[in-house]
């Protein structure tokens, strides 16, 4: 039904950028909320940033004044701006969209990506 598909992933040194991309294509009704999660190895997923349809964001304290997430709402998509990326940066970062299908509009579901890897070098 909601297809999630995430790119820009890569190696990147310490102080250096990359920009991650999320697209959502579908059955989508409408898109309440986009976000970006990581995950570690031995580590739980946690939220890096999330965008609602109004334009709020928020931000993990981790990554506050170095990351921006934005939005095209017309593309259903979904961008990460990564900036002063630090070795601790590294992940698999994972886009979230909160979304209503047609084939059901009154429930907002949970769509994830497959997951794109960002590994900083000190």
């Known amino acids: 039904q909601v297809q999630v598909v995430e790119s820009g992933g890569g190696l990147v040194q310490a102080g250096g950028s990359l920009r991650l991309s999320c697209a959502a294509s579908?059955?989508?009704?409408?898109?309440?909320?986009m976000g970006w999660y990581r995950q570690a190895p031995g580590k739980r997923r946690e939220l890096v940033a999330a965008i609602i349809s109004g334009g709020s964001t928020n931000y993990a304290d981790s990554v506050k004044g170095r990351f921006t997430i934005s939005r095209n709402n017309a593309k259903n998509t979904v961008y990460l701006q990564m900036n002063s990326l630090k070795p601790e940066d590294t992940a698999v970062y994972y886009c979230n969209c909160r979304v209503r299908t047609f084939q059901a509009m009154a429930v907002i579901k949970d769509y994830w990506g497959q997951g794109t890897q960002v590994t900083v070098s000190s």
């Open positions: 579908g059955s989508i009704s409408s898109i309440n909320a």
